[in-house]
């Protein structure tokens, strides 16, 4: 069974940092493109980031330049580091598998002052 936790979500002033991680566990993660996604209030779920299986990154264009996806096999992570963030980046964030498809329980950023 596949098991997705993320963690590092919070509160954060707005042009402050946070690094998001979700764990992985139940399926071969270094074959897997992870992706991460994100659903603000009154809101469609959205793309924020994917990387394939061997590294290669895109995202949205409402976050380029800003936040960086990145992975580590070994540990079967993958992580989403969001600097200058802005209000509109308020959601829950949530990590997805594709084989099989799979989604976290989600966690929450908020941007605030």
């Known amino acids: 069974q596949v098991q997705l936790v993320e963690s590092g979500g919070g509160l954060v002033q707005p042009g402050g940092s946070l690094r998001l991680s979700c764990a992985a566990s139940?399926?071969?993660?270094?074959?897997?493109?992870m992706a991460w996604y994100r659903q603000a209030p009154g809101k469609q779920r959205e793309l924020v980031a994917i990387?394939?299986?061997?590294?290669?990154?895109n995202y949205a264009d409402s976050v380029k330049g800003r936040f960086t996806i990145s992975r580590d096999n070994a540990k079967n992570t993958v992580d989403l580091q969001m600097n200058s963030l802005k209000p509109e980046d308020t959601a829950v964030y949530y990590c997805?598998?594709?084989?099989?498809?799979?989604w976290g329980q989600g966690t929450q950023v908020t941007v605030s002052s």
């Open positions: 990387i394939t299986s061997a590294g290669a990154t």
């Open positions: 139940g399926l071969v993660f270094s074959i897997n493109p």
């Open positions: 997805r598998s594709t084989r099989p498809p799979a």
